[in-house]
Nanobody, 132 residues
Framework: QAQVVESGGGLVQPGGSLRLSCAASGFTFTSYHMSWYRQAPGKECELVATIDKSGHPSNYADFVKGRATITRDDARFSAGLQMDSLKPDDTAVYYC?????????????????????????WGRGTSVTVSS
């Protein structure tokens, strides 16, 4: 069964850093674009960044540009998100998404698979809280 599983979230002070990880299994990892999304309470699901199947990062959101780095390790079937200079507004549940074909919308109603989306896998999320 295809799945992605996030880890690495937690409580961090403003200005701190976190590294999130996404472990993939059950599908051909190298054929999928990998993305990180986030969703704060009462808000839409927002795209944070994408790294395509060729290893090219793209789609960094304005709210993290210069503070985040997305990576992938095809040998370990994993993707990562390094976040620095964290702000309270970064508080959200962060989700890993694997998608074989585009497009990759910048906003979604939810960070979850819906009917009609093919070759599109979502994790359960990892919670990040930025607070002093």
């Amino acid at each position: 069964q295809a799945q992605v599983v996030e880890s690495g979230g937690g409580l961090v002070q403003p200005g701190g850093s976190l590294r999130l990880s996404c472990a993939a299994s059950g599908f051909t990892f190298t054929s999928y674009h990998m993305s990180w999304y986030r969703q704060a309470p009462g808000k839409e699901c927002e795209l944070v960044a994408t790294i395509d199947k060729s290893g090219h990062p793209s789609n960094y959101a304005d709210f993290v540009k210069g503070r985040a780095t997305i990576t992938r390790d095809d040998a370990r079937f994993s993707a990562g998100l390094q976040m620095d200079s964290l702000k309270p507004d970064d508080t959200a549940v962060y989700y890993c998404n694997a998608k074989r074909h585009g497009p990759l919308p910048e906003v979604r109603a939810t960070c979850a698979k819906v009917e009609g989306q093919w070759d599109d896998y979502w994790g359960r999320g990892t919670s990040v809280t930025v607070s002093s």
